[in-house]
C-alpha cells in the first residue's frame, strides 16, 4: 500500500526563480495539506485543500499558491523565490479535512528546496 | 489563532528510563492531538494520537494523557532505547490546520 509520495525529492533554484512541487495522497484520501519545515523548527502549515477546494491558508505571502487535481494530487507553487524560502516542503494526505473524522494527517518524505 | 508551546526542548535519557514532554494549547475549541516522530532527514511519522472525548491512550510503550480544563498534553515513552532518539512534535487541530509544537529532541544513551 502506496504512501504518500512527492517529486522531486530534491531542487536548487537561484532568488527570483519559480518552483512548483508535486504531491500524491495515500489512495483514498481527499485531503492534502503543504507545511513548510525550517531547519530545527516544527512543520509550519501553508495550505490545505479538499476535494479541489481550498480549506485552509496559512501566514504565507501571495507568492504561494496551490491546487487539487481531480484525482486528489496536488502542486504547490512558489514564485519569485527568496533565500527565505529554502526548507524542507512537506506533504501530508488525510482522508478528510482538519477538525472531522478521519483528519488525522500522514506525511510524504519532502522536497528539500535550497535557493541560492 | 491557535498557539502550542512545547518543553522540554531537549532531553537526554538512559536507556530504560522514563521520557516525559508536554505541551500546552491556547484553543479550547481543539479536538485532536496527534504526537510525531521525526529522524534526522526523514519524514515525521505518526506515532500516537489522542482525540478530546478520551483521557488517556497507550501503544506499548507510549502513552499519551490529555487534560482538556487545563488545556495540555503528555507524551510519556517507558522503556526508552537507543533508537528513540530522534525529535518529537506534537500538534494540535486549529481552524482548518494542524499546528506543531517546536519539537523536542530525544537523546537516549546506552
Known amino acids: 500500500d502506496a504512501g504518500v509520495t512527492q517529486s522531486p525529492t530534491h531542487l536548487i533554484k537561484t532568488r527570483g526563480q519559480h518552483v512548483t512541487l508535486r504531491c500524491s495522497p495515500i489512495?483514498?484520501?481527499?485531503?492534502v495539506s503543504w507545511y513548510q519545515q525550517v531547519l530545527g523548527q516544527g512543520p509550519q502549515f501553508i495550505f490545505q485543500y479538499y476535494e479541489k477546494e481550498e480549506r485552509g491558508r496559512g501566514n504565507f505571502p501571495d507568492r504561494f499558491s496551490a491546487r487539487q487535481f481531480p484525482n486528489y494530487s496536488s502542486e504547490l507553487n512558489v514564485n519569485a523565490l527568496l533565500l527565505g524560502d529554502s526548507a524542507l516542503y512537506l506533504c501530508?494526505?488525510?482522508?478528510?479535512?482538519?477538525?472531522?473524522?478521519?483528519?488525522?494527517?500522514?506525511f510524504g518524505p519532502g522536497t528539500r528546496l535550497t535557493v541560492l | 489563532g491557535e498557539n502550542v508551546e512545547q518543553h522540554p526542548s531537549t532531553l537526554s535519557v538512559q536507556e530504560g528510563d522514563s521520557a516525559v514532554i508536554k505541551c500546552t494549547y491556547s484553543?479550547?475549541?481543539?479536538?485532536?492531538f496527534p504526537w510525531y516522530k521525526q529522524e534526522l532527514g526523514k519524514r515525521p511519522q505518526l506515532i500516537i494520537d489522542?482525540?478530546?472525548?478520551?483521557g488517556e491512550k497507550k501503544d506499548q510503550r507510549i502513552a499519551v494523557t490529555l487534560n482538556k480544563t487545563a488545556k495540555h498534553f503528555s507524551l510519556h515513552i517507558t522503556e526508552t532505547q537507543p533508537e528513540d532518539s530522534a525529535v518529537y512534535f506534537c500538534?494540535?487541530?486549529?481552524?482548518?490546520?494542524?499546528?506543531f509544537g517546536t519539537g523536542t529532541r530525544l537523546l537516549v544513551s546506552p
Open positions: 489512495s483514498g484520501h481527499k485531503s
Open positions: 489522542i482525540r478530546s472525548n478520551v
Open positions: 501530508a494526505s488525510s482522508f478528510s479535512p482538519s477538525g472531522g473524522l478521519g483528519d488525522t494527517q500522514y
Open positions: 484553543d479550547s475549541a481543539s479536538n485532536y
Open positions: 500538534a494540535v487541530t486549529g481552524f482548518q490546520k494542524l499546528v
